[in-house]
DNA sequence: TTTTAGCAGTCGCATCCAGCGATTGCTAGG
DNA sequence: CCTAGCAATCGCTGGATGCGACTGCTAAAA
């Protein structure tokens, strides 16, 4: 814990530094406090900060950069959010009040990346209590099979899953006509249950494949993998070493590390930054991101990703104003 | 047209600028041709080039640099394409021989992103002649309308479509129904021609709808938009320049140029270089692509994306490869 | 003990200059 | 038409210099 004047001239020094992008002096540090001591005791105390961890100086005669640590005491003690500035919340306001279609999330996404300046990510809520209206299969390969679910309102679920034995067309379609029964009409949780009394009457490989479907459909609730990305040209204005951009595009290319960052199962707001994310050892990126409740037990995630030095007030505050938006968009 | 010795002389600027990426010199020239003149015979040609746009000089004491004209004359005058070599032949045959499943498409521009160490993209076939399983049509919104088509093989086309008037549930389900008789177990074009049928006897706003659907279900037959993309992180390697760059990822950003420069009505492999694409004045960008057919009339576009320096020829060679690959793999 | 003024010391950075090396265009002669 | 030879051009590198922006430290004041 750091006492009111260290913690004082940590903010300022984030503060500075995220406004001008480069080493604060204590000169600056005084200009930017009203604490009422010189530059001389700033520096001692700057000198203490930097020996905890939270600044480092990129050579002996320069200003004090903050460190992810910094950062992340900056941001564990903001107090109260910011307002954006009224024509931001008209725009968010606007576009949510007018007609979006299918692609809510994508133009979403486009949103918040034109106002955050950032790359911004949205992920769709599972299926979570949608009423099923189709469910079919598909063998791919011998031991392959494709498990597709459509829900009332259109959505549509598409997952691959592994059985232990090949099976033929007929097993398929006598398991698809069983899982249409339990599925259709309700919803995944009521249609899993019905499967596995179906399932524990029956036997054979019609069987392992309605365990198999079923699995699906369990994992569909949650994770139906709809991600949605915007503003991925920012990524020039944000970081401009090469080096690190090409470590962020491999991040972002893999899905899976993206689901993991932008988690559903995840509750409120949330500001990760540096190695608390599963990037590459001190990458210099930070992430915000929150929740948004679609109807029922449905959730999912909106955020952006950035460098470490951002404006985390302001940010947060879209964020969290365009995933209310979206929630009460979709949640009806 | 360029005279034989002019000829030789760009070729060999072209292939030693692709090679080392540094301007070209006179001296360098005579090294690799063998044309038994001088390197002043040789400035005088380089000379006489620059003047009609073959070459450019960055600056008076240096040497020449291809310019977009030079590389378009280069590639439409490479004489038989390049045996590749042969782990690199047998890396795609092992590729093709193993099984894939539904993601065949995304593994396929990794691999190819993987040898060319460029960007690169596949573009899957429409549903061509494949046989219907399922209709459905959901309202989205007053008069918006989710078309989604289901295919016995497992393919999933969903698009959205607008119609003149709002329609009300009981609609929907009439024309669904007509729809399902019309399509399911026949092929596009069938159901097409079927759903005209009994449209004309039909009327009113089912009418409508029924008309919207099959609208849909023509432009899916050469065009489901199924977009792969592999190797985004190349793009560092290939453009350190970040404003270049960040023109490069707006484009990757924009779905439909994409569709536009990867085109499955074209025919055969094209190499368009520079202004011959739809991204902005003087891009440093060049794009290889071949179709590829899936069985009976669907085509689909493989191909990849890199700076006007890259190895033409052995790009050319890949980008066939894979597509013959593909071909093969997807169309049985 | 804490704070502060003052000052020496450090270091990056911009500028300048000179010399080097690569390459060209040109000229004059074959 | 070709070519040997040569002066001229120009980017690049490295060293030297001075400036400016800071800091850390010291010694005195609060």
């Known amino acids: 814990m750091l006492d009111e004047r260290k913690a004082a001239i940590l903010a300022a020094l984030v503060d500075a530094y995220v406004d001008r992008g480069e080493p ?20 001692n105390e700057l000198a ?15 200003g004090r950069v903050p460190t992810a640590k910094a950062y992340r005491y900056y941001v564990s003690h903001l ?7 009224s024509a931001v919340r008209a725009r968010i306001e ?19 990346a034109d106002l955050s300046h950032l790359p911004a990510v949205v992920v769709g809520p599972g299926l979570g209590t949608d009423v099923m209206r189709g469910v079919h299969l598909f063998a791919m390969a011998p031991n392959v099979v494709k498990v597709v679910l459509i829900t009332a309102t259109g959505r549509i679920s598409e997952q691959l899953t592994k059985v232990a034995r090949p099976v033929d067309v007929r097993e398929i379609e006598a398991a ?27 036997s054979g490989d019609v069987r392992q494949l309605v365990q198999a479907a079923t699995g699906v459909a369990a994992r569909s609730r949650e994770s139906v993998r709809e991600l949605y990305f915007g503003g991925t040209s920012q990524l020039t204005n944000l970081w401009a070493d090469l080096a690190e951009l090409h470590r962020l595009l491999e991040f972002l290319q893999t899905e899976d590390a993206l689901f993991e960052v932008f988690d559903r199962q995840a509750e409120g707001t949330m500001v990760r930054i540096g190695d608390e994310l599963p990037i590459g050892r001190d990458a210099d990126v ?39 938006g979206l929630g009460e968009s979709v949640g009806e």
């Open 176 to 202: 698809e006509q069983l899982l249409a029964k339990c599925f259709v009409g309700r919803d995944l949780r009521e249609g899993i249950d019905a499967a596995q009394e179906v399932t524990s009457s029956r």
């Open 24 to 43: 604060v002096s204590s000169a600056a540090i005084a200009r930017l406090t009203d604490l009422g001591v010189s530059t001389a005791t700033i520096r």
């Open 286 to 324: 930070a992430v915000v991101t929150t929740t948004f409740s679609a109807g029922k037990d449905g959730t999912g995630q909106v955020g952006v990703l950035g460098p470490m030095r951002m404006d985390y007030r302001r940010t947060i505050s879209l964020v969290e104003e365009v995933g209310e």
């Open 79 to 85: 107090s109260g959010s910011s307002r954006l500035r």
């Open 48 to 62: 203490r900060l930097e020996h905890e961890g939270y600044a480092v100086q990129p050579h002996t005669s320069a």
């Open 94 to 112: 606007r576009f949510f009040a007018a007609a979006h279609f299918g692609d809510l999330y994508q133009e979403a996404s486009d949103l918040l």
